[in-house]
T-cell receptor, first 116, second 114 residues
Framework: NAGVTQTPKFQVLKTGQSMTLQCAQDMNHEYMSWYRQDPGMGLRLIHYSVGAGITDQGEVPNGYNVSRSTTEDFPLRLLSAAPSQTSVYFC???????????????FGPGTRLLVL | DAKTTQPNSMESNEEEPVHLPCNHSTISGTDYIHWYRQLPSQGPEYVIHGLTSNVNNRMASLAIAEDRKSSTLILHRATLRDAAVYYCILFAGAYGGSQGNLIFGKGTKLSVKP
């Protein structure tokens, strides 16, 4: 298994540009999520999905869109990039068995985004 | 709001044991105690989790206080590769609800000296 993969690894954008960060997992996990991590900070949840066709907002959703058309893929879209979105973005997945606190999450290697 | 309290940083010598503390005085009965770590320039990785009893795996041990208001992650012999930020997280796994997501604090930055 490749686990959780993310592309690209690094991206530079200009203010106002749009782009999509890709995330894929091959573990047939129902639950997927996107986090951002700013320097010296812990991870903050942007959006998450409990299954194909179902998404919800996390702690910091503004400026980001998501969709979940397949179990495997969970892309994150920046509609109009802003310097405040400069960060490292991590995608994660888990089996997503609700109510089971023993679930563990698997994280991708991250995408480093710089918005000028 | 982070529901756990950890020291900002700790230092250890290589090949010595390390005890990383975590306080979680408001833990609920459905919360599992999870530990993740993040090596430099990598995504977080799962270390260990437990509910009430102490747990061991190939990476570490988790000691949970009897009242569950605190726990300690134990690395039995620290190596240079163990230098990372360690996150203690309470997780109930109720996907779709407020308890369904991992909430990361700032964690403890562990430095290992050769």
């Amino acid at each position: 298994n490749a686990g959780v993969t993310q592309t690209p690894k690094f991206q530079v954008l200009k203010t106002g540009q749009s782009m999509t960060l890709q995330c894929a997992q091959d573990m047939n996990h129902e639950y997927m999520s996107w986090y951002r991590q700013d320097p010296g900070m812990g991870l903050r949840l942007i959006h998450y999905s409990v299954g194909a066709g179902i998404t919800d907002q996390g702690e910091v959703p503004n400026g980001y869109n998501v969709s979940r058309s397949t179990t495997e893929d969970f892309p994150l879209r920046l509609l109009s990039a802003a310097p405040s979105q400069t960060s490292v973005y991590f995608c994660a997945s888990s089996r997503g068995t609700s109510g089971v606190g023993a679930e563990t999450q698997y994280f991708g290697p991250g995408t480093r985004l710089l918005v000028l | 709001d982070a529901k756990t309290t950890q020291p900002n940083s700790m230092e250890s010598n290589e090949e010595e044991p390390v005890h990383l503390p975590c306080n979680h005085s408001t833990i609920s009965g459905t919360d599992y105690i999870h530990w993740y770590r993040q090596l430099p320039s990598q995504g977080p990785e799962y270390v260990i989790h437990g509910l009430t009893s102490n747990v061991n795996n190939r990476m570490a041990s988790l000691a949970i206080a009897e009242d569950r208001k605190s726990s300690t992650l134990i690395l039995h012999r620290a190596t240079l590769r163990d230098a990372a930020v360690y996150y203690c997280i309470l997780f109930a796994g109720a996907y779709g609800g407020s308890q369904g997501n991992l909430i990361f604090g700032k964690g403890t930055k562990l430095s290992v000296k050769p």
